[in-house]
């Protein structure tokens, strides 16, 4: 019988999901993912995690809970120090496994791969086969798996950037029916971690919501990576979170080039890269003006009704600005 890997929908899930899946399902395991977030799965988490902790952790934590339930026989909780060359992510990524070991008892086997691109050395490599090898006993068929699943997250990155949120994308790729509206009239740049605006419970499915009030909205998923590096160079100082640095280098190059009608930020309260990136580029647009900002932190408690009125006035005032509405 296929042993069974559980991948939590939560965190890079939607960054790196069809990859993570491939390259499983090439070692002969079977994928299980968590079930959509819901209300049981965030009170697994508020109950199992620290107050201060992020939503999108204690999220996290409540899709390990899920797939614990399930009975998987792993779950797969990276340890994802860097995504690129001489940037990191955030602290959390880097000891999630350990946080989610001592946080959940009685856990499967966690595959705690190490993803760390930050130097160019072999150690990637080398993960890859301490991980295979409790799958299967056969190098070339290890490294292949990884290649496969590189070549299946290029195809991923390439088809977000013709406009599909990761959600659609990934739903894509599995060859489920996808119909996206994405071509309103209103432009607006939606900046935010991708866990804060896919996950629909959390984000009370933002990006549907301001599709049907007419906007054609854009994440940084969606947009040409030179496009990002352009505002980012705008920085005085570098910044090395790789993520919070494309929400900041996205901003400054709307802030620049006017390629939207409004910039809207989503950051989880409690996450203490947010709490710069959201400040500095609140400053920008304040200084510079032209171009409507709106900031959205969410948590736990956060209401359908608070985001609709918020994104309703938001889409008024952008309506007023083009001379569509008078008052
Ligand atoms: S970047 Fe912020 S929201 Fe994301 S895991 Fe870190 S603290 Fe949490």
Request: aromatic share 10%.
């Amino acid at each position: 019988m296929r042993k069974t890997v559980g991948i939590p929908k939560a965190l890079l899930y939607y960054n790196f999901y069809p990859m993570w899946k491939v390259f499983f399902e090439e070692l002969g395991a079977e994928v299980v993912t968590s079930r959509n977030t819901c209300k049981k799965i965030i009170d697994d988490g508020v109950k199992s995690c620290v107050g201060e902790t992020c939503l999108p952790v204690k999220t996290y934590v409540g899709h390990v809970i899920d797939l614990k339930e399930k009975g998987v026989d792993y779950i797969f909780i990276p340890r994802v120090i860097s995504v690129e060359r001489k940037r990191y992510l955030c602290a959390k990524f880097l000891g999630l496994p350990d946080m989610v070991k001592s946080l959940v008892p009685d856990l499967p086997e966690i595959i705690d791969m190490k993803i760390d691109l930050y130097r160019s050395d072999n150690s990637m490599q080398k993960e890859v086969l301490r991980i295979g090898k409790k799958f299967i006993n056969d190098e070339v068929k290890i490294y292949n798996a990884y290649f496969k699943s590189l070549e299946t997250q290029n195809k991923f990155e390439s088809i977000m950037k013709k406009g599909l949120s990761s959600k659609e994308a990934i739903n894509y790729l599995e060859g489920k029916n996808i119909k996206v509206q994405n071509s309103g009239d209103l432009k607006i740049a939606l900046l935010a971690h991708s866990y804060d605006i896919m996950d629909d419970y959390i984000c009370m499915g933002i990006i549907d919501r301001l599709r049907k009030m007419g906007a054609k909205v854009t994440t940084t998923s969606m947009m040409d990576s030179f496009k990002i590096e352009r505002g980012a160079k705008k920085l005085q100082k570098d910044l090395f979170w790789t993520y919070g640095r494309e929400i900041i280098g996205a901003g400054k190059y709307f802030l620049e080039e006017k390629e939207v009608d409004g910039v809207i930020t989503v950051s989880a309260f409690g996450c203490g890269p947010d709490s710069l990136t959201d400040d500095l580029l609140e400053r920008d647009y304040k200084r510079n003006g032209g171009i409507p900002y709106m900031s959205i932190t969410i948590d736990e408690h956060t209401g359908e009704a608070g985001i609709t009125t918020r994104l309703e006035a938001f889409i008024d005032l952008l309506r007023w600005r083009k001379g569509e509405i008078i008052v």
